[in-house]
């Protein structure tokens, strides 16, 4: 069964998210450790990063990851807003670094219509930057994919191979949002759907660089490009596609995380409960 976990409160403290994960039931957790809607980076000290190793320890060092905040913008044509964007995913990087986590994952943004292909060269410039410029050991930048609106990068798996080929680079994986597939026209509501979603993931990417699993369900429908998450269930996808996504052998051994409404204050121990009878029906 894949480690089931959600997205979780980390204000306070880093060190604080395992026990409001484990208090939810979550076996994995993504946090923002900075304010998402601001530029900015974590913030790092001696005491900080023994703290938090001593937490991760003491929960048996359940998978985490960062999410940078969603300002990132490397696919636009402003060289300014790039720089900030490098800068800021270099900062990220080097915390998930040095906290030993397994990595950041992040949107690449919009090319406003100017076209993927045109500004592939600059995003590949700046991942390459920020590798450079963290230089990780075993943390990983994790490409999203994207609900496709607006321009936004990642949308077709194709974007992503394309990204992935360009920086060949081990330190740069992919997350894989159920969501953001399904707006982007990518069906997982049975199981042959979810089946035949995942072979072309896998044609087009390859599983092996599929690390994280970003298990929302959608309010919207296949194909509508947007991004707006549902709870388990309760939304296009619905049980079925889930419960065959959570069964799914290719996605066994990868952690799953909750970024749902929950009750409206995000993901919670009943979506976790939810997400853990499906994987066991
Ligand atoms: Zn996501
Ligand atoms: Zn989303």
Redesign the pocket.
Known sequence: MPALGAHVDSSGGLHLAFERAAAMGAESIQVHPTPPGFWGSPKLDEGRISTFKEAAAKHGYPPFYFHAVYLINLAGDDPTMRQRSESTLTGYLKAADELGVGGVIFHTGSHKGAGFEARLPNIVEHLKHVLERADPKSARLLIENN?GLGGCVGARFEEIAQMLAALDDPRVSVCF?T??AFASGYDERTAADVSRTLDELDRVVGMKHVEVI?C?DSVTGLGSNR?R?ANIGEGQIGEAGFRALLHERRLAKLPFIL?VPGAGGGPDAAQVKVLKRLARE
Do not use: R, S, Y
Request: aromatic share 0%; charged share 35%.
């Open positions: 609900a949002d969501c953001h970003h929302n991004d998450h970024e």
